[in-house]
């Protein structure tokens, strides 16, 4: 079946820009986690989301992040006003409940702040 | 607080040989333990899991690891390597509860070559 997919795969953008990522998680699956991985601070946890409970945002590195889950399906990380230091790859991860299941993660999106 | 810490960012090992992957992890509670693999320009695909059952776990591609509490470790091995172990693995912790599910805490990686 299909795997957990992200767009775009690779997103360049000018500083002070807006920008979106988007992650389809596996058909049926409740829980979703957003990481990035960055050369400097390696895997980190931004954000989670559990069905309609409210999403654990404890990882969001400052306030110009923030994610949304629409229809508890698929999901949308925005990064308003990026900044260099946002460069990174974001992965997205989804698995089948809240406990200790195998998050299947997608291809990640690579984003390139000039 | 949690935190992982994986000893060696890369290692070289030669094909047919012995692959250690050390992981030593920090918990203030009983933790879940996991391995991941990640292939150049994929996401991360789980090798296997500690969850307080046999301190001794078999994954796939011929990978175990085994919990070691009084040392808080969770080394990853396999007997004999293969060229297609070329990749990096991070060793995780999660803390598990309601709040958080299952929110992952990774190693730096350490970063596998294979010598023909």
């Known amino acids: 079946g299909a795997g957990v997919s992200q767009s775009p795969s690779n997103k360049v953008t000018e500083k002070g820009k807006d920008v979106e990522l988007r992650c389809d998680p596996i058909?049926?699956?409740?829980?979703l986690y957003w990481y990035r991985q960055s050369l400097g601070q390696g895997l980190e946890f931004l954000i989670y989301?559990?069905?309609?409970?409210?999403?654990?945002k404890s990882g969001l590195p400052s306030d110009r992040f923030s994610a949304e889950r629409t229809g508890g399906s698929v999901s949308t990380l925005t990064i308003q006003r990026t900044q260099q230091e946002d460069s990174a790859v974001y992965l997205c991860?989804?698995?089948?409940?809240?406990?200790?299941?195998?998050?299947?993660f997608g291809p990640g999106t690579r984003l390139t702040v000039t | 607080a949690q935190s992982v810490t994986q000893l060696g960012s890369h290692v070289s090992v030669s094909e047919g040989a012995l692959v250690l992957l050390r992981c030593n992890y920090s918990?203030?509670?009983?933790?879940?333990l996991f391995w991941y693999v990640q292939y150049p320009n994929q996401g991360l695909q789980l090798l296997l899991k500690?969850?307080?059952?046999?301190?001794l776990v078999k994954g796939i591609n011929g990978f175990e690891a085994e919990f070691k509490k009084s040392e808080t470790s969770f080394h990853l091995t396999k007997p004999s390597a293969h060229m297609s172990d070329a990749a990096e693995y991070f060793c995780?912790?999660?803390?598990?509860?309601?709040?958080?599910?299952?929110?992952?805490?990774f190693g730096g990686g350490t970063r596998v070559l294979v010598k023909p």
């Open positions: 991860a989804s698995s089948s409940g809240d406990g200790v299941y195998e998050q299947y």
């Open positions: 058909s049926g699956h409740t829980a």
């Open positions: 989301f559990q069905g309609n409970s409210a999403p654990d």
């Open positions: 918990s203030s509670v009983p933790p879940y």
């Open positions: 500690y969850t307080s059952a046999a301190t």
């Open positions: 995780a912790v999660s803390a598990l509860n309601q709040a958080a599910g299952n929110k992952l805490t």
